[in-house]
């Protein structure tokens, strides 16, 4: 309003007055500017699949929105070229559930994968009714994260099966984990290629 901003944040008003000139940036900074406008692109293309409710509830948890959970967690994954430097270390999941330990996979077919897990050890937020889910991104579409067509089994159980999405080639990046049955709780991920 003016030159003044107004922010909002954890039940607090804050007022700062606008730059009245543009302040240069070095090469480090447009860096860290370019890999957080990829890390906020790369969010809202998960519009539509069910990764959001999980940076929502992890927000709740620790008093941030769901993009700020987001950001924390997966802004090292990206480059300043706009584009996803680690996949490793991007994060579809995160949360207070534990993942199982000893989590396998094997390929079975083309779009469908065989996972297994050891069930002896559960945290205390853990229960044997949590649920196996998968997203996956290809290279050759990075900045269109998929959730599997079919993903089965309980942590109970100690298997599963995850189906990919039909008619898409090249390398897959995997990443499994579970969410509670009411979905108010989700594990951090592993991640496979």
Known sequence: MGNLVY?????????????????????KQQALRNRFKTC???????NGILMKPIWKELGKLTHLTGLNAFIQTNILSFSPERSVKNYERLHFSAGVLKLPMDFKIEKTDDEEFMVSWN??????????????????????????????????GSRAEGKGIIR?????????????????????????DKYFR
Request: with cysteine.
């Open 119 to 152: 069930t002896e050890w559960m945290g205390t937020h853990d229960a044997a009714t949590d649920q196996l889910y998968a997203g996956a991104i290809y290279d050759d579409e990075p900045f269109r994260p998929r959730f599997a067509e079919s993903a089965t």
């Open 164 to 188: 990919l999405p039909k008619g898409y080639s090249g390398h897959c990046h995997l990443y499994c984990y579970f969410a509670s049955e009411n979905r108010k709780y989700y594990s951090e």
């Open 7 to 27: 922010c909002y944040n954890n039940g607090t008003w804050y007022v700062r007055r606008r730059p009245v000139k543009k302040i240069t940036q070095s090469a």
């Open 40 to 46: 906020i692109a790369f969010y809202h293309a998960l």
